[in-house]
Each structure stands twice: as structure tokens, then as C-alpha cells.
């Protein structure tokens, strides 16, 4: 069975803080990551993605995530975060090239002032 | 123009009931998918469309259908709603190859009744 695991349900944080959200995924095959973020009242939209080459790669806003093939993880970092960072953060996963996209089930980060 | 557009915004169904839901796209994205999505749960893949090509889930396979007529029009179809339809049905779009990036609309809430 493919899954997608992301531990933490919420997070909190302050303003400036940083913030690591977690997303674990089963290996098998060549594999596609990405992350989504989900203001409130908004459709969910493309933060970055990682096929292959280097495995830290950067997204919009300061974000970046780093493959691990051996920890089967693809976390999201971002060194200080905003308030208007606080949104929900979907991690998404394709194995083999197939066109099928899996979401993990989120993340909701708060960011207090 | 980058955005997924989805109709309505809101849908009541009664229970037994048929429903279609609407979502388009200028982009001329090959790939058109759709997704339920409830509170606190993963974005789960119901079907999408290759070019013309259908492929639903296994374990949707019975409950939806969907139509493209044209590269920027796709339905979701619902024979006969059930309670457990009541959820948000988000659309999304993608270009050609198997690694793109996801274009999502706002959703559609669907309230079975």
C-alpha cells in the first residue's frame, strides 16, 4: 500500500520562528513529492516539488523541503516564518510517473504574533 | 489566465438525488483530476482524465463518473447521493508529463440532505 504520513496534525509557532512540518511517504519505484499550501477559504495551491538532483529544493515565500531516500521523508522548513504563513500544508506523493497524485492528510500551522 | 474555475460554489442534494458538478480550465491542461476532500482528511483521488482517457480509483469506481468534452471542461457525476457524499470536491488541473504541478479551483461544498 502507498501512503502519505504527515505526524503532526497542527503546529504553533511564533512570529520568526522556525518551522519544519513533516511528511513521511512508503518507497517504491521513482517517486514525485511535492507540497501544497491551503489559506482558509482558498483552493489549495503549488508551494514546491522534487523529482530528482538536488534534494534540497526551494519553493515561493522562503519555503524549501529536502528529499531523504533513506528516511523515506520530504520535510518542509522555513528558517522564520510570518503570520501569514498560518494556513493548512498538504504533502503529495506519485510513484512511477503514473499521473496518480496522493495527498497526506495535513498540516495546520499557526503562526501567533 | 492560471486558474481552475468550479460550479457551483455550493450544491444542496437530497438523498437519492443525482449531481453534477462543473469545473474548467483555459490552460489547456491535459490532465484534469478530481478530488474529495473532508474535514481533517487527506484530498482523496476520485478520477482523472488523461487527454480523453478516464482512469477512476478502485475503490470509487462505482460511485462517480465524469465526462470531458473538450480539453477545458470536465463533470463529476454523482447517480444517486448519499450522506457520505456531503464533502468538498475540489478540481485540479495539470499540464503535460507526469511530474507537474496541480492547479486547483476554489471546490465545490457539496451537502447531502
Known amino acids: 500500500t502507498q501512503t502519505v504520513s504527515q505526524s503532526d496534525a497542527h503546529v504553533t509557532v511564533f512570529e520568526g520562528d522556525s518551522v519544519e512540518l513533516r511528511c513521511n511517504y512508503s518507497?517504491?519505484?521513482?517517486?514525485?513529492l511535492s507540497w501544497y499550501i491551503q489559506h482558509h477559504g482558498h483552493g489549495l495551491q503549488f508551494l514546491l516539488k522534487y523529482y530528482s538532483g538536488n534534494p534540497v529544493v526551494q519553493g515561493v515565500n522562503g519555503f524549501e523541503a529536502e528529499f531523504s531516500k533513506s528516511d523515506s521523508s520530504f520535510h518542509l522548513r522555513k528558517a522564520s516564518v510570518h503570520w501569514s504563513d498560518s494556513a493548512v500544508y498538504f504533502c503529495?506523493?506519485?510513484?512511477?510517473?503514473?499521473?496518480?497524485?496522493?495527498f497526506g492528510d495535513g498540516t495546520q500551522l499557526v503562526v501567533k504574533p | 489566465d492560471t486558474t481552475v474555475k468550479q460550479n457551483p460554489r455550493y450544491k444542496l442534494a437530497r438523498v437519492g438525488k443525482p449531481v453534477n458538478l462543473i469545473c474548467s480550465q483555459t490552460?489547456?491542461?491535459?490532465?484534469m483530476y478530481w478530488y474529495q476532500k473532508k474535514p481533517n482528511q487527506a484530498p482523496k483521488l476520485l478520477l482523472f482524465?488523461?487527454?480523453?482517457?478516464?482512469?477512476r480509483e478502485a475503490d470509487t469506481f462505482e460511485k462517480f463518473q465524469s465526462s470531458r468534452p473538450n480539453n477545458s471542461f470536465c463533470s463529476l457525476y454523482i447517480g444517486s447521493a448519499g450522506l457520505e457524499y456531503s464533502a468538498m470536491y475540489l478540481c485540479?488541473?495539470?499540464?503535460?508529463?507526469?511530474?507537474?504541478?496541480?492547479?486547483f479551483g476554489h471546490g465545490t461544498k457539496l451537502s447531502v440532505l
Open positions: 518507497y517504491g519505484g521513482s517517486i514525485y
Open positions: 482524465y488523461y487527454d480523453k482517457i478516464l482512469n
Open positions: 485540479a488541473s495539470s499540464p503535460r508529463g507526469p511530474n507537474e504541478r496541480l492547479f
Open positions: 503529495a506523493v506519485s510513484w512511477n510517473s503514473n499521473n496518480r497524485i496522493f
Open positions: 490552460m489547456n491542461h491535459d490532465t
